[in-house]
């Protein structure tokens, strides 16, 4: 996937881009188990490379659990991400 951001508030480099590549293996009827690659290419200034890896565990069908481990691949990168989530999808809204 590739991705474009826009920070307005950033007069000299406001776009950004960020390309991903992600490998998920289903590991069961509720989860599945990823690697990632995740790259920051700003207009100007160096890019940031990411390794991400991960899983996810659905509680129903709306709802679910993940975590993530990143390593960074480059200086400009943090050297390791730890994160958590819980996501819910609302249907019918609109």
């Known amino acids: 996937m590739l991705t474009a951001f826009f920070f ?4 000299r480099s406001p776009l950004t881009t960020e390309p991903t590549f992600v490998i998920e293996k289903e590991i ?8 990632e690659y ?4 700003p207009s100007h200034g160096s890019p940031s ?3 991400n890896s991960g899983g996810a565990y659905r509680i129903t069908t709306k709802q679910q659990i993940d975590f993530h ?11 390791y991400v730890i994160g958590v989530g ?4 609302f249907d019918g809204l609109f």
């Open 8 to 11: 307005p508030e950033r007069s």
């Open 28 to 35: 069961g009827a509720h989860s599945d188990l990823f690697i």
């Open 49 to 51: 490379q990411l390794l």
């Open 69 to 79: 481990l990143s390593a960074g691949l480059n200086r400009a990168a943090p050297s």
């Open 86 to 89: 819980y996501s819910i999808r």
């Open 38 to 41: 995740v790259g920051d290419y």
